[in-house]
């Protein structure tokens, strides 16, 4: 019987989410992995049942670092500003400082496994912006919206800033990199834009 090799099972991860932003979910295969990680295709198959299980494992333990990530220092009955601020705070700090595992995730999420990975997240990631969404209604600090609107308004210009910063380039075409008082700046917009 052949014992896990913790410091292997680590390389074969990261070489596998580099892969995967690499080549794509269709690219990546448990051959090449092996390759790339230098270990024989039978040393995965003590870590993993097959590619899926992989795939599935992975995404679930970066989805829960991510989620673990954005709800850090964040309480749901934050006032609505307080809130957004954090939440700002935190989603850009996880996509700046982990580009690649983020890019892995987006994956993920467009792709047939999505409910697998992220479906159990989801429901506690949801109860908890629910409640803050609820919570800055009930304040009267934030009109009804759908959820998906939220998102929309919320969060989209961040990313939209962060996916600029990650091509180095703006839409027209400019230099970009992120920076703070970039992002103040769009945030400040867009709480105007959400307030009641």
């Known amino acids: 019987m052949r014992y896990r090799d913790e410091h292997k099972e680590l390389l074969v991860k990261e070489k596998a989410i580099e892969m995967i932003v690499r080549e794509g979910l269709d690219g990546f295969s448990m051959q090449k992995l092996a390759k790339e990680a230098g270990v024989s295709p039978a040393t995965l198959y003590i870590y993993y049942k097959d590619k899926e299980d992989l795939l599935i494992q992975l995404g679930y333990e970066e989805a829960t670092r991510l989620i673990k990530a954005i709800l850090k220092n ?115 917009v867009v709480m105007k834009a959400l307030k009641a």
């Open 74 to 188: 964040f309480d749901p009955s934050m006032r609505f500003e307080e809130g957004m601020r954090i939440q700002w705070r935190n989603r850009a700090d996880y996509w700046l400082e982990s580009p690649v595992k983020a890019s892995f995730l987006e994956q993920l999420k467009h792709s047939p496994l999505r409910g697998q990975v992220f479906e159990a997240l989801d429901m506690e990631f949801l109860e908890t912006m629910g409640a803050f969404m609820h919570n800055a209604i009930a304040n009267k600090e934030i009109l009804p919206m759908t959820r998906e609107v939220f998102w929309s308004v919320a969060y989209a210009p961040l990313y939209t800033l962060i996916h600029f910063h990650t091509d180095g380039i703006s839409l027209a075409g400019n230099p970009f990199r992120f920076s703070e008082e970039i992002m103040w700046e769009t945030f400040a």
